[in-house]
């Protein structure tokens, strides 16, 4: 009856709730006013990415090289904003993070691949195209973020 519990409390704790769904349907301002909308969005882009890589590693390493390499720059901002949300330790935000990430990867890579299927691409005819060119756009943001403070700092 024990592990039945901690079966129920796992798959219904909000930390593990999210699933894919269009992250264009925030802001740049609500990014940057809202911890929880930047908790979101970080946690689906990296995913994205993720879900990128695993679909284009054997057939274009280099560019799935790169999308791993922009999902590690974000995953430790991720861990801290949900530290930051639900107010636990960054280990405790860690372990919720990686497994909430692995669960967003297999969905997207499940979405992306059924779409590929239908329609010949992974984005085209899928909200998952704006989404991307809005991870870019957030990425960005954080990497001039990132750079403006090394630079005020030395």
Known sequence: MKKLIIIFFIFTNPLFAQTIQ??????????VENENANHFVLEG???????????????????????????????????????????????????????????????????????????GSYFKGSFIGDDLFFCHEVTKSFNLVISESVTNTN
């Open 22 to 31: 269009p992250l264009t349907n925030y802001s740049f301002e609500d990014l």
């Open 45 to 119: 882009c990296i995913s994205l990415y993720s879900a990128i890589t695993e679909l284009t590693k054997k057939r274009y390493p280099e560019m799935a090289n790169e999308f791993f390499e922009i999902a590690n720059t974000l995953y430790p901002y991720g861990i801290i904003s949900l530290s930051k949300t639900k107010k636990i330790s960054y280990e405790e935000a860690e372990k919720f993070f990686f497994t909430n990430v692995n669960t967003l990867t297999n969905e997207y890579i499940d979405e992306m691949s059924r779409n590929g299927e239908k329609n």
